[in-house]
Structure formats: C-alpha cells, structure tokens
C-alpha cells in the first residue's frame, strides 16, 4: 500500500535542506568538475594535460568578463590588460623583491583590480562600443608600456619564476599543478553564480534590459557596473597570475590584443550570462587553437600568429550567426525540448491557485512619511529648452500628500517631459523639484527613488530577461541592503525570500499571479502594464508616478486599476497621474493640474478644471460653447 507525501513548504524546511534545495544545480556541477580534473591526470596525454591546463587558468578572466558582459551589458576589449598586470606585478614581487608568492599573488590581483577602478572611473560613463574602443585603447597603453619599462624586462621580460609548493609538495608537474587550480576555479565559479543570483546580480541584469527602469527603481547603474569591472579585471588578474607559474616567464605577448580576443571568444561560444559557458568556452578555444596551430600553417606554410587570429575571427562570426546565445543557450533550448527537460513550475511556499475574482486581494504596503495635506512635492519655475524649442515653461505646483493629482493636457503639452525631470531622467533647463524637502531636480533617477519616488512609464520598460515575479522583485531593489560581496558570498537568502514573498502578494492585488512564473515578455501589452504598476507598488513609494497607467487595458482591467488607485490613495498613498482619459481622471483625482504648450493653465479640483475656459479650448478647439458640447459628448462616450 503507497500513501501520498505532502511536500514540505520551502518556510518549513531545515537550513540545511534550503541551503541544498537552493544551490543543487551549483553543487553538482562544481562536483563534477573536481572529479574529472580528479581523474585528468591519470588518464590524459600531455599534450591533452596541457591543454587543461591551460583551459583552467583562461577560465578565470572568461568568468570575469561574462560577468561584465552577459550579466552588466558592457563590452570590454581590455581583458588582456588586467591579466598582463597581475601576471606581471606577481612576476615582478618574485623575482626582484623575493617577497612569499601568496602575498605576491594577493597584490598582482589587487593590482589589476586597482588599475581597473581608476580607469574605470572615467570609463563606466561611456557606453557601447565607445567603451570597447576606450578598453581596447588601455590594452594597447599596457602593451606598450611592458615593451618599454626596464622594470618589465622590455621585450625580454621576467623569467625565472619557480612553481610554488603548496603544504611541502612542489607544484613541479602539469598534474600537481591543474589541482592547485582547479580549487581557485571552483571558488571563483561559486562567487560568480551567487552573483547572478542575488540583489546586485539581478540588478545588473535589470540595467542590460532597461538601463531608466532601473534607475527609476533605486539602483545606482555607474556606481553597479563600476565595480562589476573591478571585479572582472581581479578575475584576470588572478588568472595572470596562475599564468606566470605556468610558463616560467612573463613577456609582452601575455598583454597583445589576441589575448583579449582569445577570451572575447570563449565568452561568445560559451554564452553571454552563464558562468558555466564561460568556463566551457575556455575549454573549446584551448582545443581549437591547438587545432588551428596544426591545421593553419597545413594550408598556409609559413602562416604567423596573425592567420591564427584570423581563424579566431571566423570562428566568432560563425557563433554569433549558428548560435547567438552560445552553447549554453543552445543546450538549454534542447534540454527543455526534451520529455523529462523543460520548465516546471517552482516548488515554494508561495505557490499560487487560481484566484477567485469575486475576493477583494490584500493592498501593497504604502509608505506615508507625510502628514495627509501637507505638501510631499513641491514643483517651482520648473523649465526645459532643447535649443530654441521649450517644452515645459515655467511650470509651479504643490503635491499635498494621501491625494492624487491628475496631469492632463493635449499630445506634446510636456507631460512627460515634466514627469521626467521630476523623476531625475531629464535635467531641468531652470526651476526646482522638492521631494520630502529635498531638492532632488538635476540628479540622477536613483537617488529620487532612494527618498522614495517611484515610477511607471509611457513607453513599456520591461526586464524581458526575466519573468513577471523577477520584474516586481525589482521593485524591491531599494528595500533591499545586500550588495556585490554579499551577494557573491551568498549571505542574503533571507532578504530574498521576504522579497520574493511580497513581490507574489502585489501580484495578487493586480490578479496576475497565475502569470506569475511567465516570462515577461510573453505578456499582453496589458498585463505587461499592469505588471510595471506592481513593480512600481513593490518599492513601497511614498509618492508614485503613474504615465498612462489605463493605456492599453481592457474595461475589466482599467476597473482593477481604478480600484487599486482608490484604495492606495485611502492608505495614504499619493499619486501623480497622466492619463489621455480625461473622464478617468475627472473621477479619480482630487486634483488637476492641465498643461498645454509647456505651460500650467490650469490647476484645481476637477469641476473647476473641467468648467475652465482655456481647458476646453485648449483640448477641442476655439469656440468655447461648441468645445464644451464635444467635451460632454466625449466623457459620455468613455
């Protein structure tokens, strides 16, 4: 006889079995990557053996710049760089100052990871492929700089470098020395998927798809990427210093742009976003130009390193057109086209049922520093030009608190040219916004978020590379405290349980948590609306920006959202509010500014503002008897 097991909710198990339920797919690939470089050495050839080798030490500047490229968007030429320091300055401290090679080794990483933070600086505010160019651009400076130091050995370099020994056992073969590899690997494997896992990983991730969103929602993106490349340059680093053991001499060659090139490569065929591909890539590029030293000079006699990048070249174009996610991607889609592969929905404590419709969902948390009625945002002389052109004129007005303004206006008045420099987007021209008595005009849209100020947006801003619960755990960015190092070291899980449970109860106030595990880039135009609400809701502001929040919602929908608006403004909540549909407004806010031209003609309750003259004119035209008639027409109609 069978009887039926009850799984046990996720709240309810011991830490132990969290710790492994968590982190399995981890666990099992770092094991089976120790056991094959286990058993390697027993079973290969040299030639193979050095080939591993070699894969082992290049893996490490692959995952930094996966991580600075597939989790944080930017492109960097420079990976060459970074490993050329730290194999240099380990090279440099054992040779000619004979100082332990652990202290060596510490300061060639810190070394690279210093030289990245102050070029960096400067750097991370480029973007594109002005940051390649300025990144392939050091890795010439470096280039150049070894070939003609004294201190680097010129073109001659730094040889003589002794294996280390470890624990009394001299690391003097291939095969002691890809184990005293393999832990470093492993280690920087695990820092770097806890990484992508946590707060700043997902933000990272959040600021690949939309760089605004993310501002908007509390994160500090220069400051973010910054330190993403100081991170990856320490990867490097750490491999150059592996390197030099390796080879017994530092030269110029370990800073040429092939390098760079070469580790490029293993990200690409790897995959941009995984770790493992990085790692896997490592491997495949080894093999290949080991492949291409027999094969190139075969049908080229005489060929130089030159064709062999060349190879290295067609390689890459033939990747990105065959596979333009990279082997990860590529096995991932065959995994989940396979009977026993594919997506399942999550065991969590938090799994969802249908809901009943007829039920009134729980309210998001609201913030209310502010007494009702006192001002929480204060707009004065508020101006924006773009050359001769003013898009916003002089525009003054004062948010009281637990209400909800309206701001209407004709396409092109500046609504949302105002609502961005209240944000932070955009930069006003002249005139100030106060936010909780804080002048927050001209600053970047994280730190209005930071006071907490939230925002949706006219044009969609959807986190398409993760689901509809990742992109209202988003919202929770600023509640969170949890950052690079703690994300890598994996000490948030409880920060990120109690997010994730709120993110599933704001999803619930909108009805959408059956979508909730959904991609969100699947979504209707409508939910994905709906959805951007509950990210904003999730940061719990104390006031929010809602631009066209009723913009592509069904009648059921634009009723759910009306209600909820009501309800957060009778918590305390204040709201400002453009919308096209003027009768919506009319009858949910208390107040109602109208813009036309750039300029406030207007600004009181509803009836005032719907009986002023330069209202109606404004909206449907000179003769003011008619253009009420067409106004009354038109909200009868809606």
Known sequence: MTHATTPVPAGMRSPGARFWMNNKSMLIGCGVLVVLMIVVPFTASSSVMNIVVFAMIF?????????????????????????????????????????????????GVLAAMLVALLVGLPLMRLRGHYLALATLGLGFI??????????????????????????????????????????????????????????????????????????SLGVNTYALRLKVFVLSAGFAGLGGVFYAYQV???????????????????????????????????????????????????????????????????????VILLLPGGLFQAATTLWQKLPFGGKRPPVDAHAHAAEDDTTIPQLPA??????????????????KRYGGVVAVNDVSLSVPAGSILGLIGP????????????????????????????????????????HGLTRTFQNLQVFTSTDVVGNVYM???????????????????????????????????????????DSASDLSFGKQRIMEVCRALAAEPALLLLDEPMAGLSGAERD?????????????????????????????ADHVAVLDDGVLIAHGDPESVRNDPAVVVAYLGTDLDEAEAELIELEEHA
Not at 164 to 179: A, E, M, S, Y
Not at 268 to 294: K, Y
Not at 420 to 437: E, H, K, W
Not at 486 to 505: C, D, F, T, V, W
């Open 411 to 450: 396409n092109g008045a500046g609504k949302t040219t105002c609502f961005n420099m209240i944000s932070g987007a955009l930069t006003p021209t002249s005139g100030t916004v106060t936010f909780l008595g804080q002048v927050i005009s001209g600053r970047k849209p994280h730190v209005a978020a930071a």
């Open 59 to 107: 893996a490490l500047p692959a995952i930094g710049l996966n991580l600075l490229m597939g989790l944080a968007g930017q492109v960097s030429l420079g990976q060459a760089a970074f490993f050329a320091i730290g194999a240099y300055t380990h090279a440099i401290l054992l040779t000619k100052l004979d100082l332990p090679g652990p202290v060596a080794a510490t300061i």
């Open 366 to 383: 609201v913030s209310t520093p502010v007494a009702a009625g006192e001002p929480i945002l204060v707009i004065s002389g508020l101006t």
């Open 248 to 318: 017994a001499i530092v030269s110029p060659s370990t800073s040429e742009f092939h390098l760079s090139v070469s580790i490029l490569l293993m990200v690409v065929i790897g995959g941009l976003g995984s770790v493992w591909g990085a790692v896997a890539g490592a491997f495949l590029v080894q093999f290949l130009g080991e492949g291409m030293r027999d094969i190139i000079p075969a049908i080229f006699p005489g060929a130089t390193g030159e064709v062999q990048l060349l190879g290295y070249g067609i390689v890459l174009i033939l």
């Open 475 to 517: 919202g929770r960015y600023r509640k969170g405290s949890a950052g690079v190092l703690r994300g890598m070291l994996g000490l948030q899980s409880s920060e990120q349980s109690a997010h994730r449970a709120a993110s599933y109860e704001i999803l619930a106030s909108m009805r959408l948590t059956d979508a909730a595990d």
């Open 142 to 215: 470096v280039m150049i700089g070894v070939r003609e130091w004294d201190v680097t050995g010129r073109t001659t370099g730094i040889y003589g470098i002794s294996r280390p020994t470890v624990f009394g056992i001299p690391i003097d073969n291939n095969g002691f020395f890809l184990w005293f590899v393999t832990p470093f690997v492993v280690i920087g494997l695990i820092l770097a998927l806890n990484l992508t896992r946590s707060r700043a990983g997902r933000a990272l991730s959040a600021v690949n798809d939309s760089e605004l969103a993310a501002e």
């Open 560 to 588: 759910v959202m009306a209600e909820l608006l009501r309800r957060l403004r009778a918590a305390g909540l204040t709201i400002v509010l453009v919308e096209h549909d003027v009768a919506q407004v009319m009858s949910l």
